[in-house]
Structure formats: C-alpha cells, structure tokens
C-alpha cells in the first residue's frame, strides 16, 4: 500500500488530471442539455424503510 507514494513521479497526478477532465466533460454536458438551468440543490428522494419506521414511532406514542 506504501508502495504507490514511493515513486517521485505518482499515478496521483493522473487521478488528478482525470477528475478535471471528467469535471469538464460534466460541464459540458450540462450546457448542451440545458444551457439555462441554474444548479440548485435537489433533495435525496426518502427512503421508504425510514419512513415506515417513523411512521411506526409516532403511532406508538
């Protein structure tokens, strides 16, 4: 597991370059869909087993 920060010259780089180009790629995509959505935040759907067992808390008390 060491091994892979030994070298001088790290496959770190490459990760890092391969996230901007998929953040780029992402951006692009994005304008080609929609050019005039703004990103906004988009809640997480509820899950359905928490939200039994909330609905099994209150009709206990």
Known sequence: MGA???SDKGHLDQVD???????AH???KRK???PN???????RAANPAL???RSEEKTEE
Do not use: G, I, W
Request: glycine share 0%; proline share 8%.
């Open 4 to 6: 892979c920060l030994s």
């Open 17 to 23: 370059d391969s996230v901007h180009v998929m953040l």
């Open 26 to 28: 992402d951006r692009k």
């Open 32 to 34: 080609e869909t929609n």
């Open 37 to 43: 959505a703004v990103p906004a935040y988009k809640p």
């Open 51 to 53: 939200e039994q067992k």
